[in-house]
């Protein structure tokens, strides 16, 4: 189910920009998407928290972004400043089901939590 209030459309509009291979490509652009707080589990399995995404991200022998693909996006407004986003990605081969807590902070919706999964 999809509550598009203002928060939630707020939280998917950060979502596609941190998608986005110019803003991951941008330290300072990417940088201000992630909340201070954050904590992701990756589909490596992997936990990553807020400099070790940004450092990996950021590395000069990372490939450079590949254009991601998202489909099924949903969400739903969780409290007055949490917004709760599903949806599915794929780049290139690789697929996954992702699932995404966003928290207004300072006025911008910032990635507070996400968690992606493999898919077939």
């Not at 330290?27 to 399995?45: I, R």
């Not at 990372?62 to 599903?86: C, F, N, W, Y």
């Amino acid at each position: 189910m999809t509550d598009l209030t203002k928060a939630v459309h707020g939280a998917m509009e950060a979502e596609f920009r941190l998608l986005d291979p110019m803003v991951r490509s941008s330290p300072q652009l990417l940088a201000d998407l992630f909340h201070p707080d954050y904590l992701e589990f990756g589909t490596s399995g992997r936990r990553w928290d807020r400099a070790s995404i940004l450092a990996t991200l950021m590395a000069r022998d990372v490939p450079a972004p590949r254009p991601i693909t998202t489909s099924e996006m949903k969400g739903v407004q969780l409290a007055p400043d949490v917004v709760h986003l599903t949806f599915d990605t794929e780049s290139g081969a690789h697929r996954a089901h992702r699932s995404s807590l966003w928290r207004l902070t300072s006025g911008n919706w910032l990635l507070y939590f996400h968690q992606g999964t493999r898919a077939q």
